[in-house]
Structures are given as C-alpha cells and as structure tokens.
C-alpha cells in the first residue's frame, strides 16, 4: 500500500522532521534553507519587491503542470511583472490527512525544477496537516521577494495614450486545460497548461528597452480583466482587435462548447507588456526569441478618450466594450 | 474551427451588410427570438452595421428568463427537501426567487449539483440509490427531448429516484400570444435555430400566413444572423412573408422526427406561465400520465408560499418586447450580474445580461 501523509506529519514531531529532512530539504538545497533556523537570514542592498499568494488548484495536477509547479511560476510571475529580479520564496503546504506520499513528492519534485529553472531559492516553508474533509488535498501558500534595479518602473499606472500593447502568445490554456480535467466534465485535449515562469523573459525585455510602462499575468480573470484594471489605474483606454488575439483552436473550441469567452479564460505563463510605440517592434522581436514568448503579437494600443474603458474591435469591424470578468464562468443551457 | 471560423468571415459579412443596406429602404422592425440570437448581436457588433431603416428588438427566448417566479420557488422548495439532491443546468442557479434562489439554498445546505447533461442527472441517481434526484427541466423544445430520454433511461434501468420537475416551454405559442396581445408591432421575426432543429421550420409558417409577418430561422454565428436579416428584409421589400431557412446545415422544415418522437412519448402540452406573459395555453410540456412516477411535483407536495415579483424589475416587460433594458431604473445600477434583481440580468442569453456585458449603451 502507499504510504500516506498522517496527521503526525504536521504535529512538529518526529515524523515532520523526517519529512522536511527527507522530503524538503534534498530538494530545495540551499545553505539558507539548511540552517532551519526559525527564519532565513539574509544580506541585501536596494529596492525590494515582496508579493505573496495562494494556491488551491483542483485537480492539483494536471496536463502541463501541477500545484507546486503553479505555485513557483505564480509568485515568480508576480515578482516579474513588477520588473523585479525573483530572489527568495516561501512554501508553506497545508495537507489534507490521507493524501500519498508520492503525491506530495511529485509537488515538491516540479517545484524544485520550477524554481531552478526561474533562478530563485526556496528558503523557508511550513507544513501543516488537516483532518480529512479540512481542506482539499493540498494546498500551498507562498511568499516571494526580489531586487528591483535602480531605474526600472513598472506599474499599472504608467500606460500612455499612443503606447502599444503586446500578448506574450496564446489566451485560455491554462484554464482550458484545467477544466477540462475537472470531475463531472471531462473532456479529451491533448491542451497543456501554459504554466511557466516568466521572469527571464521579463529581464529580456527590460534589457532591450527602458520603455516598457506596464506588465501583468493574465491569470484569473484573462485577459479581458487584466486590461481592465491597467485601463482604470493608467485612466487611459485600450482598443484591441479581436483578430490579433492569439487562442489555440483547441482553447477556442472548448470555449464553444462551454459557452466562455477565451478573453476570460485564465493564464499563468502568459504576460501582456504596455510599451511606448516606438520600441513596439524591437520588443516583440525580442519576446519571439523566448520559448515563453514565441507567439507573441501586438494586440492593441492605449487612447486616451473613455479613460478606464477596454474596447474591442470585433472580426466584422463593429466595436464593443469588454468588461472585467463578472460571477463566476459558468456553461451555458442550450 | 470548421463549421465557426467559416461564418465569422468578415468578406462575407461586408457583403451582407452591403446588400442588406441597399435593399432595405422602408423602415422595418425584426424581432430576434432567441437569447442566443441577441447574445450574437450584441457580442459581434451587428446592430451598428445595419442600416438605421431597421430595428432590432429582442424578444422572449430565454428559457430561464421566462421561468415564472412561482416555479422558481417550487424548484427552490424541492432542493430543501431533505434527501433530495436538486440537479439543473448552471444558469438556473442563481436566478433570485421570491425568497430565495437555489445558490443560496445551497449555501445553507440543499444538495444543488450543476450537471451539463440530463445523463449526469442520472448518474447521481445511480450513486445516490437512498436519495431522491430531482432534475430541474427548464428549456424550450431544444432541451426537452433529452429529458425524455432520461425519463425512458429511467424507466429502462427501473430507477426509482430520478423525478423531473418539467417546466418546459414550448415557442410558438408564445410567439402566437406577443402577436395577438399586439403590444409590438414586427415586420419580421429571427426564428431560433435550436428549437427549430428539433421541431423544423414548418411550425413558424402561422406568422407569415395569419400575421403577414417575414421569417427567417437563424444559427447563432454573424453570417447565419446577417443571412437571416436580409432574407426578411427582402420579404418586407417584396412584401411577400414567408419562412426562409438560413441555417439549412441544421434546420429542416419538418425537424428532427426522432427528437419529436421521444418528445411526444414522454410529454403532452399544458398549461404554463410564462414570466412577464402569463398563462398560455398549451406552451408548457407535462409528463404523460404513463411516466408519473417520475413527475416531482406529484411525488413531493412541496408549497412554496406566495410570490412576489422583485420591486422596480421590468424583465416582463423586456421579454414582452416593449421595454429594453435601458428603460429600467435598476438596470446597471441596482441589478448587476454580480447582484442580478432579474432573471434577465442572471442567464448567459438574457437580454439585460446582454446589453450589460457588451456594453449596449456604448457609441464608438
């Protein structure tokens, strides 16, 4: 039988030792980490960045990814969208009883290699185990922390009329992707999850331009809600095409099917950047080179009139106004 | 996507439009039939491409919309009954009842599962041998022939705790009331496509012939709603009402017989209430005296107490045609899709949903 995680994993007894020494530890090496001392203690001169957020995926894992891989990228990808360097994380896993070993292994697995692949280190986690039925299998909270270089600038508030606005490639698949693994509505893809850590990407812009005013992850909500909320805190409009939007086949037939609309579907390895016209071109030329930035496209630019307003123009050339997500995405009845 | 990406094309579109503002010289009033229709107009943009001689209004076919206050509550009621499990389509779950709505039965502990077929319906009841598994059939003619089969299904495997609630709608009698109230006065009417798949085009041919009214059965894509606008604008023009067909890849005039067979195995028309309308006779489907046992109404007398109809809501009025969304005081102010005081502003195909998603009021 596999063995399975135990209330006494998370009493702070012996059991839970066994776990961070054998199950965490290995994993994460770093001589921060290993010290295990109450908390990490660290050097540091300049400008920080310090974001934290919660993960509750269900299923925990799923075609592309798993719970600890999202839960890496997410952080790391708000770290990056604030033009930050991602230094230091946090993992705190909150266990339901009952949940296999090798379950949890295979979470720590993918976010050690998340974590590697971004550059950054995991220096402090916790782990508590709930009674069966008190949480879902697991979830993970984070913390991060990173540098912000002298001189970099990058906020919701910064968009400008005549600026452009670039999609770092497809809309939908993670939400997609997720879905359709959900109980009671399984259908076949062979979609993947986009999740992905997208801070080398970020740093690969910055490096070509000193002219990118707003970056966001499209993560719940889509699109549609993340340029709703550069619009309303820049106080400018944004007017995008409908056919530079780039959706996967399978995204958008899904969505069909289910009655959504891809601008709403969640993303969490896709970045929309708001850049002045001038570098539009240069950056999108160097997003192509990134494998997290392949299908990249102008999508839209920034106006000044209707200030908060995001506007779409529609494939038969009508306009209409996208709102932020409301409610939740729920498929239709006939 | 085949069979999408086709009839999104914005080349043919231009020509539609191109042809339907030269034929249309005398001002005309279409009505679109379906929620799905005017989600489509509205999505796409198409009001702004039409000539200002036509009129777009929308009109009654939302099946939750429609769903009268007091069948809200007894759906609401059944859920509350300990050791039924409420199964229903997904927009039925937040539509405000006189007292409550079923999410927020559920919040306070009924057992509500949204289910994307009538089949998952009975699945639960497979699982859930010692609890009853009421399914809430909302729908028009579109989605009743899939809860018959689950009756038949039912019926097969000797289920005996799978019962629906049947508050099935049928449209063309209502379509038959809104023109004989004659609250609204049409030119032409958008068929819907859906329900015209299952009961064909023939059954419109009333409207053309006893009211002089142009018809076009429509899909749901901007080709197939342009096609259908300049079939009745070329009717109007002509004068010469007819039912056209623009969705011939669905649409047959005598439907889908197998559809119509388990339909009418199951169901016989009754009497219903229409939200907004009032009673019409013979518009709603009951189970046939033969498939009682799966009637929930009969198996659980459930009384739900009075109804009230929300103070300051004109969602009658909206599916009656004679008012839009933009006439009411609470639209988008009080009633929002997060805090919806009306159906219509609750469903994916109602109109007040619609004109609030898509940003109706706005004017490029």
Not at chain 1, 223 to 232: G, M
Not at chain 2, 12 to 30: D, E, G, V, Y
Not at chain 2, 195 to 203: D, E, F, R
């Amino acid at each position: 039988m596999s063995r399975k995680i135990l209330l006494a994993h998370g009493s702070g007894g012996k059991l839970a030792h066994d776990l961070v020494e054998k199950g965490f530890l290995p994993a994460f090496r770093n001589p921060l980490l290993a010290k295990l001392d109450d908390s990490a203690v660290f050097e540091f001169k300049g400008r920080l960045a310090f974001t934290t957020d919660s993960y509750v995926v269900n299923p925990i894992f799923f075609r592309g990814g798993d719970i600890g891989k999202l839960a890496v990228c997410g952080t790391v990808n708000d770290l990056a969208m604030v033009g930050a360097m991602p230094l230091y994380l946090s993992l705190s896993f909150i266990i339901e009883e009952g949940l296999p070993q090798s379950d949890l292994e295979k979470v720590v697995d993918s976010a050690r290699r998340a974590a590697d692949e971004a550059g950054i280190q995991i220096i402090t986690g916790d782990t508590k185990v709930v009674d069966r039925g008190s949480a879902d299998k697991l979830f993970i909270n984070t913390a991060g922390i990173g540098m912000v270089a002298e001189g970099v600038d990058i906020s919701g508030w910064n968009a400008k009329p005549g600026d452009q606005v670039l999609l770092s490639g497809t809309i939908g698949d993670h939400g997609i992707a997720v879905l359709s693994q959900r109980e009671g509505l399984t259908f076949s893809t062979e979609l993947e999850s986009d999740c992905a850590p997208l801070n080398n990407l970020v740093t690969e812009m910055l490096r070509a331009s000193s002219q990118v005013h707003c970056l966001r992850d499209p993560t719940r909500g889509g699109l549609a809600t993340s340029l709703n909320e550069l619009a309303r805190q820049s106080k400018v409009s944004i007017r995008i095409v409908e056919d530079k939007v780039p959706v996967r086949e399978e995204v958008f037939a899904a969505c069909e099917m289910l009655g959504f609309d891809p601008l709403y579907v969640a993303n969490e390895g896709k970045l929309v950047a708001i850049v002045a016209a001038a570098d539009a071109e240069q950056l999108l030329a160097v997003m192509h080179r990134n494998r997290y930035g392949r299908d990249a496209a102008i999508i839209g630019e920034v106006r000044e009139e209707h200030p908060g307003r995001v506007v779409l123009k529609t494939k038969l050339g009508a306009s209409r106004i996208i709102d932020m997500l409301v409610g939740d995405l729920l498929p239709r009845i006939c | 996507m085949r069979f999408i990406d086709e009839f999104r094309r914005s080349d043919l579109a231009q020509k539609l439009i191109a042809r339907i503002k030269q034929k249309a010289l005398s001002p005309a009033r279409f009505m679109e039939f379906c929620g799905g229709h005017t989600v489509a107009i509205f999505k796409f943009g198409i009001r702004q491409l039409l000539p200002p001689t036509i009129d777009m209004l929308s009109g009654p076919g939302c099946p939750v919309c429609v769903t009268d206050n007091s069948d809200l509550d007894k759906a609401i009621a059944l859920a509350q009954l300990p050791d039924v499990i409420a199964a229903t389509f997904g927009d039925m779950v937040k539509v405000p009842g006189s007292h409550s709505s079923l999410q927020k039965a559920k919040a306070e502990g009924a057992d509500v599962r949204i289910v994307y077929s009538t089949m998952d319906a009975l699945q639960i009841a497979r699982e859930n041998p010692s609890q009853s598994v009421v399914f809430i059939g909302i729908g028009f003619e579109t989605t009743a022939p899939t809860i018959a089969a689950s009756v038949l299904q039912a019926e097969q495997e000797k289920l005996d705790n799978y019962y629906v609630l049947s508050l099935h709608k049928l449209t063309p009698p209502v379509i038959k009331a809104l023109l004989d109230s004659g609250e609204v006065k049409l030119d032409g009417i958008v068929c819907p496509g859906h329900v015209s798949t299952i009961i064909g085009s023939s059954p419109w041919e009333f409207v053309a012939r006893d009211y002089g009214i142009a018809c076009a059965v429509s899909g749901f894509e901007p080709i197939d709603i342009l096609l259908s606008i300049e079939m009745l604008v070329s009717q109007v023009e002509d004068k010469a009402p007819k039912v056209d067909i623009a969705y011939r890849r669905s649409v047959r005039p005598d439907g889908n017989r197998r559809a119509l067979e388990l339909m009418d195995t199951v169901f016989e028309p009754c009497p219903a209430r229409w939200r907004g309308i009032g009673p019409i006779p013979d518009s709603g489907l009951k189970l046939r005296r033969e498939f009682e046992r799966f009637d929930a109404e009969l198996a659980f007398n459930v009384d739900p107490g009075p109804t009230y109809e929300p103070k300051g809501c004109i969602c009658g009025h909206i599916l009656r045609a004679v008012k839009t969304p933009m006439d009411c005081e609470l639209f988008a102010t009080l009633c929002t899709p997060e805090h919806p005081v009306g159906p219509c502003m609750v469903s994916s195909e109602g109109s007040c949903s619609a004109h609030y998603l898509y940003g109706a009021a706005y004017e490029p």
